[in-house]
């Protein structure tokens, strides 16, 4: 599955870098690009990941998930 999410809080590469690590460590994902330009993540899965999900990984970071 492929979903695509706009990010909030993302400014630099380190932000994009720490995005991909923690959308990473979820179970079921199989790849994470995460493009700093347009301030999206797109995430290649073989479950359904909600948005829950996905502000949970970024607990205790400054960004967070806008929309799906």
Same mark, same amino acid.
């Given at each position: 599955? @492929? $979903?695509?999410? +706009? =990010?909030?809080?993302? @400014?630099? &590469?380190?932000?994009?870098?720490? #995005?991909?690590?923690?959308?990473?460590?979820?179970?079921?994902? *199989?790849?994470?690009?995460?493009? +700093? &330009?347009? $301030? $999206? !993540? #797109? =995430?290649?899965?073989?479950? *359904?990941?909600?948005?829950?999900? +996905?502000? !949970?990984? =970024?607990?205790?970071?400054?960004?967070? /998930? +806008?929309? /799906?």
């Amino acid at each position: 599955m @492929k $979903k695509e999410v +706009l =990010l909030d809080g993302v @400014k630099c &590469a380190g932000c994009a870098n720490t #995005v991909q690590e923690r959308f990473s460590a979820i179970e079921g994902v *199989e790849s994470v690009e995460v493009d +700093l &330009a347009t $301030k $999206k !993540a #797109v =995430l290649e899965s073989q479950i *359904e990941i909600d948005t829950e999900t +996905l502000n !949970a990984a =970024l607990a205790e970071t400054n960004y967070s /998930v +806008l929309s /799906v």
